[in-house]
């Protein structure tokens, strides 16, 4: 069962906090939205979400060969493939996010690079209640090899793209990908409260960097996924809430 946060009129984005559910399943309510935006029977929609059992999602092109299947079912690790870009999540200790909305959106939109910059800045300020510092990578001087590289990375957390949240050692915090459809966008995100692990369930791990970081580490104690949620949506509802009262 959804849970709306504030009101959602057909021009503003909607704020959903869900329970935990199955990889599959989550993938299907967040297309469900994608289309339903690509329609435009709703402006859109920021969903924040778990999953359970644990899950490894794929980017939209990542080949399964990526995977240890073997170790995913030993373990009891779904295995699902998301609709968006991006490399292997491993979706356990942390908080993900979908963000739907119109490529013209006023908050959201604009191309690729500038939308996920302010959704980033989104996240930013829902972690910064919690008292966590972060810095979206700097744009890299040649962004065709720097995508080309990361592509090459089976696991997300093991090197950040353009305007990813890293912390003050450079350590990737936030992972994300997008995806478009008929005038529509969806930005995955997942947000960690446990250092990344999902080496552990994918054939060879690629970790040539200084690889991901928790919150809890960050903050030196045990953040739960409540209070992890709660600080996203305040996040998001102040961006939101800041566009309402702008307009």
Do not use: W
């Not at 990889?23 to 999953?51: K, P, Q, T």
């Not at 490399?87 to 200790?93: F, G, K, M, N």
């Not at 966008?185 to 250092?195: A, D, K, P, T």
């Not at 709660?230 to 800041?242: I, K, P, Q, R």
């Amino acid at each position: 069962m959804s849970e709306a946060v504030g009101t959602a009129t057909q021009e503003r984005l909607e704020l959903i906090i869900d329970a935990p559910a199955p990889g599959a399943e989550n993938m299907r309510r967040d297309i469900a939205l994608l289309d339903a935006c690509a329609r435009l029977e709703i402006a859109g929609a920021v969903r924040l979400y778990g999953f359970r059992p644990a899950c490894l999602s794929l980017g939209r092109m990542q080949p399964m060969d990526d995977v240890d299947v073997e170790a995913c079912e030993r373990d009891g690790v779904d295995v699902v493939r998301r609709p968006s870009g991006g490399r292997a999540v491993l979706h356990d200790q942390e908080v993900t996010y979908a963000v739907v909305c119109r490529s013209t959106d006023p908050v959201f939109g604009g191309r690729v690079l500038e939308s996920c910059s302010r959704i980033h800045e989104a996240v930013a300020a829902g972690l910064g209640t919690l008292g966590v510092r972060t810095t979206p990578r700097a744009m890299p001087p040649n962004l065709r090899r720097d995508a080309r590289e990361g592509a090459a990375v089976a696991d997300c957390f093991a090197r950040p793209a353009a305007h990813e949240l890293l912390d003050d050692r450079g350590r990737k915090l936030v992972g994300s990908a997008q995806a478009r459809r008929g005038g529509a966008l969806l930005q995955h995100g997942s947000v960690l409260l446990e250092s990344p692990r999902a080496a552990g369930y994918l054939r060879e791990s690629a970790a040539t960097s200084l690889g991901g970081v928790g919150v809890r580490e960050l903050l030196g104690r045990r953040v739960s996924r409540d209070e992890l949620v709660d600080a996203l949506a305040a996040g998001f509802s102040l961006v939101l809430e800041g566009d309402r009262e702008s307009t």
